[in-house]
């Protein structure tokens, strides 16, 4: 089987390997989809906590070809021929922020495509209980995206969303945007600032009341602070989501929360920040950190479930196999609007080109129009 491996920073060699044995406890995922995001590009750049030659890949979906001995013959439900999704993160079970429940902290964490081989590669053996099953009328390509819905809800539900509050979400690119589709589920009424104002284009149509575009001055200017605080009484937002991972973001969202407030920080970034002493004590916030899920990849298949368009619109561009080079050259040149990045497996069927295949990430999708 063809695999793909970055063995150095920017450079990718394709491999003629031998499929994987089929071991106890696992199965064999033909992988259809990869999807990818900035941790990726890192990895390509050699910018990253890992160590090269790696397989890359980690948000991905696929079909079971074989399964291994499990447990008797329990397979937890998964059958060969069924769509799967794939939890990438592994964790110890046995370290403290295990015990604790918190396993998307552990110690010992690991993660397929970032730090062992991944899944771009044509047959990847995956643990069993990784499996998770693709909604039936959910596209296996949308199904790819599990992954990063389920770091956007991990995101949300740190913050103890509620009903009837007005969140503000800081960045408008694929986690900000699936956080706002979750929040807005969840009955909040979100307002989205992003510096691209396509992105604020297609953020009303993921369910915001409002978007903010931050200017090169101050922000928000005063035109935009009464109407924020038209929309929060005067106080400010009681949630913040931070997912942009600028220093300058997560100051502003301190500026802004309600006295009270909590704020969510989920975009990471090794850059250092200023804040003041002050604030966070005087209006007695909850500042909090959100990396990875507890193990949410079947709700963020339960949302991508819901909200078909909306995930289709993330997706900007598709490439073949053959065409990983031109998608991470894409990613860091910067030189169209990128959402989400497809690449299409030889199981896929699809022929990928770079030519043609993207679309206007804001138009994508035609405003939907949050609640009054």
């Given at each position: 089987?063809?695999?793909a ?22 199965a ?61 993160m ?26 062992s ?6 047959v ?10 693709v909604p ?46 979750y ?24 369910g ?23 929309r ?28 009270a ?7 990471i970034?090794?850059r ?26 079947p ?22 196999f ?10 860091r ?40």
């Open positions: 089987m063809l695999t491996r970055t063995v150095a920073r920017e450079t990718i060699s394709y491999e003629d390997v031998a499929e994987p044995v089929l071991e106890p406890g696992h064999l995922v033909r992988v259809h989809h990869v999807t990818l995001c900035g941790t990726d590009l890192h990895i390509w750049e050699d910018d990253y906590p890992t160590e090269l030659p790696i397989v890359q890949g980690h948000e991905f979906s696929g079909v079971v070809e074989a399964i291994g001995n499990y447990n008797s013959g329990n397979t937890a439900g998964i059958r060969v021929g069924d769509r799967v999704a794939v939890s990438p592994t964790y110890c079970g046995t370290c403290r922020p295990c015990l604790q429940g918190r396993f998307n902290v552990c110690r010992n964490i690991s993660c397929i495509g970032c730090y081989d991944g899944a771009l590669v044509e990847l053996s995956v643990p069993v209980e990784k499996l998770c099953p039936e009328g959910l596209a296996l390509d949308l199904a790819a995206m599990a992954e990063p819905a389920s770091i956007a809800m991990q995101a949300v539900n740190r913050g103890r969303p509620e009903a009837g509050e007005t969140a503000l979400v800081l960045g408008s690119g694929p986690i900000g945007l699936l956080a706002t589709l929040l807005t589920d969840l009955g909040v009424d979100v307002v989205c600032a992003d510096t691209e104002p396509d992105r604020l284009s297609l953020a009303r149509a993921f915001a009341v409002d978007t903010l575009l931050v200017g090169p001055a101050c922000f928000p200017d005063n035109e935009q602070s009464a109407r924020l605080g038209r929060t009484d005067g106080y400010g937002p009681g949630l913040v989501l931070e997912a942009t991972g600028a220093p300058s973001s997560l100051e502003i969202a301190i500026r802004l929360v309600a006295s407030g909590r704020i969510v920080q989920v975009g970034s090794p250092t920040a200023t804040v003041s002493m002050k604030d966070i004590p005087f209006k007695e916030l909850d500042l909090l950190g959100s990396r990875n899920s507890l193990n949410l990849i709700d963020g298949l339960d949302l991508l479930t819901r909200h078909p368009d909306q995930a289709r619109a993330l997706m900007t561009h598709r490439f073949g053959a065409e990983l080079q031109q998608a991470y050259e894409l990613m040149n910067r030189t169209e609007k990128v959402g989400k990045i497809v690449i299409d497996m030889p199981a896929a069927g699809i022929t990928g080109s770079a030519a043609g295949s993207a679309k206007a990430f804001a138009g994508a999708l035609a405003p939907a129009g949050g609640r009054p």
